[in-house]
C-alpha cells in the first residue's frame, strides 16, 4: 500500500473503537505502513493528519514497543502537531512512552528511549501545559511530566509552578488531575 493509498484509506477512520483498532491492527500485521501513517499524520495542516493520529495512539496503546524503530521521527516532529484532534493523541502517546521508561520492569522502551527522546517530550508537555490546548493534552503532559520529573530534578519544580499559577483558570477536569500531579510530588519530596 502507498502512501496515496493509506491515506485513501484513513477517509473511513472515525472515532468508533472498531475503526481505530481495525486500522491499528493492520498497521502492527505491515510495520512498513508505520512511516507512511507517521508521514500522513505529521502533515499538521491537513484533516487527516487527526485519523492518522488516533491509528498510532492505537497501535502504540496495545503495544508502545512497536514505536521503537519511530522514536527519531516521532520525537522530532511532535511538537509541530497543531489540529486540536491530533494534539491529544500525541499527548497520550508521551503518556505511553514515559509509563513504559519509568516501568518497573525491563522493556524496549527502557533501552531505546534516549535523553534527547525525553527532553524533546518533556518540552513537548511543557508547551502543552502553558499553551491553549484542550484539558486532555494537559492532563496526559502533567503526567508525563511527572513522570520524567522523577529522574530529572529540574521538572518537578517547573511543573508545580505552572500548576499552581494556572489552577484558578483551568476546568474542573483540569484541576482534579493537577491537583493528583501536587499530591504525588509532595509525598516525593518527603
Known sequence: MTTEQLYKELNYVNHSREKRLFYANLMQDNPELIPRLLDILFRVDDKISPRAAWVFEFMCNHNIETIVPYLDVFTENMHKVKIES?????????????????????????????????????????????????????????????????????????????????????????????????????????
Open 86 to 190: 491530533a494534539v491529544r493523541p500525541v499527548a497520550k502517546i508521551c503518556e505511553f512512552l514515559a509509563t513504559a521508561y519509568t516501568a518497573k520492569t525491563d522493556n524496549l522502551i527502557k533501552t531505546n528511549l534516549t535523553q534527547s527522546h525525553i527532553e524533546r517530550i518533556i518540552e513537548t508537555c511543557f508547551d502543552y501545559m502553558i499553551n491553549d490546548v484542550k484539558v486532555a493534552p494537559k492532563a496526559y503532559g502533567m503526567t508525563t511530566l511527572y513522570m520524567f520529573g522523577i529522574t530529572k530534578d529540574w521538572v518537578h519544580p517547573e511543573l508545580v509552578r505552572i500548576l499552581q499559577d494556572d489552577f484558578s483558570k483551568q476546568s474542573a477536569a483540569y484541576k482534579a488531575r493537577a491537583r493528583h500531579i501536587l499530591k504525588k510530588i509532595k509525598r516525593k519530596q518527603k
